[in-house]
């Protein structure tokens, strides 16, 4: 008895050493009844042959944008029509920023501009060519068109190199293909975040505030959006633009932001507390400037209140992320505050360092919660962001199902 064909798949690499990888891919698409056909570029023809691929698939492989053995001379057109989605395995760099800018030079970027199934694609680059924020922003752009993104993954690079750029492994590229199981771990999933400093007035023109961009809190709403999650951004004052579809909300003092974070957290799935935080704020706001006068002045400071420890006490409580920057024993205060905070996850960096942390558009985070850790080395602050996501979807998915057995 013949198995039943699941998914007509459309895979197509383009010019990278991964290529060789694709060929795995096809096995295993064929080997759990996808049917599968094959486009190469003609830069992946140099690393990869067209007959290794007809063996594995079953079928002629497509490499020219105009075939006169098609019937009407439009084999993009029928391949586009054809397949049940599309995945680009290797993509390079360069077929990234074709995808992007809409270009339609070759078979597969036409390809791409005629497929109106979902579109996959698994980068794999060089590690800087990848944290180029070029490469970053028509990542975003293709997500933004709704692509999704699988990978990269972080080791050993052909060049010798090591760092985030490796294509996604084969199996791990089918099952996110036949599954979903990857795909969209927050479908259907409410998250607030808080992000980006307060500013703490002391009289109508000068105020309290700190170092924070902002850029990390934005990168986890747009991660979390991209992983099928409804997003409200409580955000300070920032020089940012909010990722599209995001509910935004725009505060300036920590008192405003914790009256909206805290009348919205208990209707969410996931808190993240991101945002620099003034710990504390002028006792008296004075209402004219304050003239330079004394040589010396002291200025009075209030606590304000923990928006993240008040949120982590509610009755009907999200799933509390908390964030700590420190100067010394990281992972000793970090693990404190997730304690005594009452949080479910704590993600801590160092700040004051050479790179990394604030202003700064990579990062490095230690991620600690009750049963366990993680280490994320120093990237982009947008590929952190996917990470830590994909981190806290996981473990919110244990939280459930040790509540819900």
Request: net charge neutral.
């Amino acid at each position: 008895m013949v198995s039943k064909i699941n998914k007509k798949i459309l895979l197509a690499v383009s010019g990278g050493i991964a290529a060789y990888k694709t060929a795995e891919l096809a096995r295993l698409l064929r080997k759990k009844n996808a049917e599968v056909r094959v486009v190469l570029t003609h830069a992946a023809e140099k690393f990869v042959t067209p007959l290794t691929f007809q063996a594995l698939s079953g079928h002629a492989v497509a490499t020219e944008l105009l075939d006169t053995e098609q019937e009407n001379a439009m084999g993009h057109i029928n391949l586009a029509r054809w397949a049940d989605l599309l995945i680009v395995a290797p993509a390079t760099a360069d077929i990234i920023a074709k995808f992007s800018h809409g270009l339609a030079d070759d078979l597969l970027s036409t390809l791409y501009l005629a497929a109106e199934c979902p579109v996959y694609i698994a980068p794999a680059m060089n590690q800087a060519m990848w944290n180029k924020t070029v490469t970053q922003d028509n990542i975003k752009k293709l997500q933004n068109h709704g692509v999704t993104i699988i990978g990269p993954e972080s080791g050993d690079q052909a060049c010798g190199e090591q760092g985030f750029g490796r294509m996604s492994e084969p199996e791990e590229i089918c099952n996110h293909l036949l599954t979903g199981s990857s795909s969209s771990p927050l479908q259907g999933k409410s998250v607030l975040i808080s992000a980006g400093p307060t500013r703490e007035p002391l009289d109508p023109v000068r105020y309290i505030s700190n170092r924070s961009s902002g850029k990390m809190g934005y990168a986890l709403a747009e991660a979390a959006i991209n992983q099928g999650a409804s997003v409200t951004l409580v955000s300070g004052p920032v020089s940012l633009s909010a990722p599209a579809k995001t509910n935004l909300v725009n505060v300036e003092t920590a008192q405003q932001m914790y009256e909206e974070v805290l009348q919205r957290a208990g209707l969410y799935d996931v808190y993240i507390g991101a945002a620099a935080v003034a710990d504390y704020s002028p006792d008296q706001i004075k209402e004219e400037k304050i003239k330079k006068q004394a040589d010396r002045t002291t200025i009075v400071l209030r606590k304000n209140k923990d928006i993240l420890s008040a949120v982590a006490h509610l009755k009907q409580r999200p799933f509390t992320v908390g964030f700590a920057a420190e100067t010394q024993e990281l992972e000793k205060y970090a693990r404190g505050k997730l304690e005594r905070k009452n949080l479910d996850m704590i993600a801590a960096n160092w700040v004051g360092k050479e790179s990394g942390g604030f202003e700064d558009d990579n990062n490095a985070l230690q991620v600690f919660w009750h049963q366990g850790k993680q280490n994320f080395e120093m990237m982009n602050k947008k590929r952190l962001a996917e990470k830590l996501i994909e981190l806290i979807a996981e473990k919110l998915d244990e939280k459930n199902t040790t509540k819900n057995p």
